[in-house]
């Protein structure tokens, strides 16, 4: 028999090695495992049952065996921050990141398995907890049925074929996120019902001269106890010993261990004195001769774990809301212009290139450009700005903002997944799905806490029977429940990945997008900022102020520096480009073109080397400059203007001055970076004067001028030797190696796609303000982390202790294992409804 299953948690070959070797040695077992793709072939000779593999897998290592075929199971290899394996080599795995074709299906909250999703709901079979459902990231396609005959349903408006009424979209009756919270609800209904008559019974027993037993004697009242706890323990609460007895067999512990122990011995305790009383010593039963049972305590600490699970479910559906908002934006329909006729579609069907008419008030469907008439449109929702922007005809304009009070019709550029907000949400549903390296100490402590909860349990229950005060087994019996019921795991589990998910999608509210939660813990470290100069402190769109000839030939000289910058894509090149236009200069050929990356631009024009860039690039090749030209070059840049030499036949002939103004923004932010001790340093390509110049102007204290991208590749480097951990922000090609290099690489959302690739961070606006929210926002949630696991190291070490006696001698109070339970639930509630706070917090 050959059976192949996928093995999950291997991440590098020391792992491979591992696993093959554990399996390998199991009776009746030849074991094959390959890394990549991550799957166990097995040859045996009589069918051996999953969880006993499982068990053997459970000594070597966090490595999880599931059916290849059962589990939809996706696998990422690039842009994961290195963490260190089990095997104690580096590998790629730290960060956990659910992958596009995850969109719909369910996942562990506390991430067990890694990047694995299921498509069913159930219980994950590492920590027993309920799978969630990760979000939809793709707008749901609306289809549309007619309110006559419901069997005519189709995807895009019309008329029905039968009697010609419109069709009406079809509306979902329940929707999937509700699924889980409705069938808690539903139990715990039935939980309640019948768990409140046996509580009452059981206080009742506690008034002298017990009234019920006027009714019946004790023995019967027994009876009516137990039979209304059946329901409560084999339906409403039954999952609760399902998870914990997987949790056993595949040696998983977690918080339904201790939970299916704990209520488990009370519950058969209770039968044993029940049908079997004359077993048990005089201290276990009552005045009457009954046993002393339990089936209140066991209904009522399984209720309790029910409402912990129904508040959890609840509060589970409104972290990923930032997503779901998100989503919203997104229109269902446009309005497509198709030979000068408005015609109804779904967003589904638009393609590039199709003209889309835009009215008032209604949501831009996809990213494009306006090709006729302007308006005012809300970006709030983008970029986190209140201030509607003015669009006219040739501005780009994205998906899910909305239009203001004019009609226009715009060009689709970017459909489906390639539009911005569909971008937007994608990275923040991997990056909300990420572990943050602080998420490590939990994990670390949550893998011994189980065993050393049992034991302590033991232990509590061996002190009480042979030191404490009579009944003394009584005391041992109630008070190691005690213990088991208080312990709760899944606390130190939640409390990273709620506030990372919640974090995140207040960030992307705010137009600063995440990568992932690595960059959001580390961006609070950050004391140095580096920062380019060209679009990340200017607005990015300069403009040509003078272009000065010294043989007073301006137009010759427009005619070939134009032609030689229209096969360059910088800012800078373009100004001219669009400069000549303007002076309605032809352009022309130009042979032997070729960008010097950092200086400048080079090619043949008219049968003439002509050369167009900075000073170095007039050392290389060789043009002599005279010291006048020179003088009226640097008089410019010291007034912040962008000088580029222009150099024919290898001499300087003249230069063209650019301006790039200084955005509104910049000093404000840079200000508030400095007050919250941040280092900030300018490096740029330009020359010293014009970096000066910006630098006075926005106070900073440290620039480098005349920067190639090695350049400031190496001053990073040299910034992390020092200690420091460095921020880079910029927009550029030439930014990509620097933004790499950096701690935490700051991309401005007006910048290229390889700048942003290369970042941890996108500042949708592309403004500095951005990055003291990222810094504001950063610092919160690392707060609130911080927060949560103190909240559940604190609980569990006070908690336990105080179960297990210790305050018995000294002030007399026992906690019973019905107080427990009611705090072990609130305990992973309050730590979700902590994350929460997030969603409130002013950037």
Not at 322 to 328: G, P, V
Not at 537 to 546: C, D, F, I, W
Not at 630 to 636: Q, V
Request: hydrophobic share 45%; glycine share 8%.
């Amino acid at each position: 028999m050959i059976h192949t299953y996928t093995i999950s948690g291997m991440s590098c070959d020391g792992c491979r090695s591992k696993v093959e070797k554990t399996l390998n040695a199991i009776e009746g077992i030849e074991a094959t495992v390959s890394l990549h793709p991550p799957v166990a072939t097995i040859k045996t000779e009589k069918h051996i049952p999953i969880f006993k593999l499982q068990k053997a897998l459970y000594t070597s290592g966090n490595y999880i065996i599931s059916e290849s075929d059962s589990v939809a199971t996706n696998h990422k290899s690039d842009d994961k921050p290195i963490k260190k394996s089990c095997c104690g080599t580096k590998t790629q795995s730290d960060t956990t990141s659910l992958p596009p074709s995850a969109s719909g299906k369910y996942y562990c909250p506390m991430f067990c398995e890694g990047e694995k999703v299921y498509d069913k709901a159930g219980d994950c079979p590492v920590c027993g907890m309920d799978l969630v459902k990760a979000p939809e990231l793709n707008v749901n396609k609306v289809s549309y049925t007619c309110p006559m005959h419901p069997e005519i349903v189709q995807d895009q408006p019309g008329s029905c074929p039968i009697c010609g009424m419109d069709l009406v979209p079809m509306k979902p009756t329940d929707s999937e996120e509700n699924k889980t919270y409705n069938d808690l609800m539903r139990k715990m209904k039935i939980a309640v019902a019948f768990t409140v008559p046996i509580f009452a019974i059981a206080m009742v027993e506690m008034i002298p001269n017990n009234p019920l037993l006027q009714l019946m004697d004790a023995t019967k009242w027994n009876w009516i106890q137990f039979l209304l706890s059946l329901p409560v323990v084999f339906y409403a609460c039954w999952m609760f010993f399902v998870r914990a007895w997987k949790s056993i067999l595949t040696w998983n512990l977690n918080m339904f261990t201790l939970i299916g122990i704990g209520s488990g011995v009370a519950f058969i305790f209770s039968l044993t004195g029940l049908f079997f009383p004359m077993i048990f010593p005089s201290e276990f039963k009552t005045e009457t001769g009954t046993v002393l049972l339990y089936f209140e305590a066991t209904t009522v600490i399984l209720t309790l774990v029910l409402l912990g699970q129904l508040l959890e479910a609840k509060a589970h559906g409104q972290t990923s809301g930032a997503i779901k908002e998100l989503l919203k934006l997104a229109p269902t329909e446009a309005t497509l212009v198709l030979d000068g006729n408005d015609k109804i579609i779904s967003i589904h069907h638009i393609k590039k290139g199709d003209l889309l008419r835009v009215k008032p008030g209604e949501k831009i469907p996809v990213d494009g450009k306006i090709t006729d008439g302007e308006s005012t449109l809300d970006e709030s929702m983008i970029t986190g700005e209140p201030i509607p922007v003015d669009k006219k005809e040739g501005d780009a304009v994205s998906s899910g903002t909305i239009n203001g009070n004019k009609s226009f019709v715009m060009v689709a550029e970017k459909v489906g997944s390639e539009t911005l907000l569909s971008q937007i949400v994608q990275m923040v549903n991997d990056a909300s799905r990420s572990r943050a390296p602080i998420q490590n100490l939990a994990d670390r402590i949550a893998k011994y806490f189980v065993p050393i909860v049992v034991l302590i349990s033991v232990l509590t229950f061996f002190i009480w029977t042979n030191f404490g005060p009579e009944p003394a087994l009584v005391y041992g019996f109630i008070n190691a429940i005690a213990v088991l019921i208080i312990a709760c795991p899944c606390a130190l589990g939640l409390a990273t990945p709620m506030s990372v998910m919640v974090g995140v999608g207040k960030g992307a509210q705010s137009g600063v997008l995440i990568k992932n939660a690595e960059a959001l813990e580390h961006m609070n470290k950050v004391n140095v900022l580096i920062t380019d100069k060209t679009g990340t402190l200017t607005e990015g769109k300069p403009s040509v102020e003078q272009l000065y000839s010294s043989n007073n030939e301006e137009d010759h000289l427009l005619q070939s520096i134009a032609s030689l910058n229209q096969y360059s894509g910088h800012p800078l090149a373009q100004a001219v480009v669009h400069f000549a236009k303007a002076k309605n200069s032809a352009l022309v050929e130009v042979k032997d073109f070729e960008s010097i990356s950092g200086k400048g631009v080079i090619g043949t024009v008219a049968n003439k080397k002509v050369a167009l860039g900075n000073k170095k690039l007039m050392e290389q090749v060789k043009a002599a400059v005279t010291d006048a030209l020179e003088n009226k070059i640097i008089a410019e840049q010291k007034l912040g203007k962008t000088v580029s030499y222009i150099a024919i036949e290898g001499v300087a002939v003249g230069f063209v001055s650019i301006s790039d103004p200084i955005k509104t923004t910049s000093k404000a932010a840079i200000k508030e970076l400095l007050r919250q001790g941040v280092e900030v340093i300018m490096l740029t390509g330009d020359n010293g004067n014009t970096a000066k110049a910006v630098a006075d102007e926005l106070n900073l204290t440290s620039y480098i001028a005349g920067c190639l991208p090695e350049d400031k590749l190496k001053e990073i480097k040299r910034l992390q030797a020092e200690g420091k951990i460095v921020a880079m922000a910029g927009d550029g090609i030439n930014d990509a190696p620097a933004l790499a290099q950096a701690d935490i690489g700051i991309a401005m959302g007006t910048g290229t796609d390889v700048a942003i690739e290369s970042a941890k961070i996108t500042l949708v606006k592309g403004d500095l303000q951005g990055i003291v929210k990222a810094k504001n926002l950063s610092h919160a949630v690392m707060k609130n982390i911080k927060q949560n696991l103190f909240f559940a190291f604190l609980y569990n070490t006070l908690g336990i202790p105080i179960a297990a006696g210790v305050l018995y001698p000294f002030f007399g109070i026992l906690l019973s294992p019905m107080i427990a339970a009611l705090a072990m639930s609130f305990s992973s509630v309050s730590v979700i409804v902590n994350a929460l706070r997030l969603r409130k917090l002013k950037l």
